[in-house]
Structure formats: C-alpha cells, structure tokens
Nanobody, 122 residues
Framework: QVQLVESGGGLVQPGGSLRLSCAAS????????MGWYRQVPGIERELVAT???????NYADSVKGRFTISRDDAKNTLYLQMNSLKPEDTAVYYC????????????????WGQGTLVTVSS
C-alpha cells in the first residue's frame, strides 16, 4: 500500500507564510507528476500547483508569485511554500501523486493525502 501523510497546516495571519509537506511511504518504484489541491466545504476541489517528474511547474493564477511547489525524490516528499497568504487561501489542502507500484507495469496509481487545514485570519 502507498500512503501520503501531510503536515504543516495551521492558523496564520494575513501576509504570513506556511510550508506544507507531503511524504509518501509504501511500495514505491517511482513517482511521476505531483500536485497540490485545495477545497472549501461545499466547493469543488481546485488545483493549486503541479510539478512534473522533470521539475516543470504550473500554478493557478490566484497563487502565482506567492506559492512555490517543489519535490525531493530522494525523500518521496512534496512541498508547498506559501507566502503572502490571504484569507481567500483558507482551505483544506490535499497533495496528490502519481505513484509507480510495479517494476514491470508502466502505469501509475493516483494517491491522495489526508488533507491539512490552512486558516488565514486576523
């Protein structure tokens, strides 16, 4: 089995910063694309940022210039550095990875973290 464990969420004032981490464990033969998503109750989950196996990144317009996604493949870990946080960033943040679970098969499984709550408030 493969599990993603998230950490780093919490309460922060507007303009502050947080760093989220997402560590994968289990039978892992490789990790392809990774991403961060966020969700408010009753609202569809939205994409925040993605990073490819080769390190190419993409960001939602709402976070561009403020958030930075990165990965450490030696640790099977994904990060999201969040700066200049706004109340609109308040949400549960979920990490996502496409994980290779076989040395032979070419396909990847999509795995989600449990979510970590980020609250931006005065």
């Amino acid at each position: 089995q493969v599990q993603l464990v998230e950490s780093g969420g919490g309460l922060v004032q507007p303009g502050g910063s947080l760093r989220l981490s997402c560590a994968a464990s289990g039978r892992i033969f490789g990790i392809n694309n990774m991403g961060w998503y966020r969700q408010v109750p009753g609202i569809e989950r939205e994409l925040v940022a993605t990073i490819t196996r080769g390190g190419s990144t993409n960001y939602a317009d709402s976070v561009k210039g403020r958030f930075t996604i990165s990965r450490d493949d030696a640790k099977n870990t994904l990060y999201l550095q969040m700066n200049s946080l706004k109340p609109e960033d308040t949400a549960v943040y979920y990490c996502n990875m496409r994980v290779k679970v076989s040395a032979v098969l070419s396909g990847y499984l999509e795995v989600w973290g449990q979510g970590t709550l980020v609250t931006v408030s005065s």
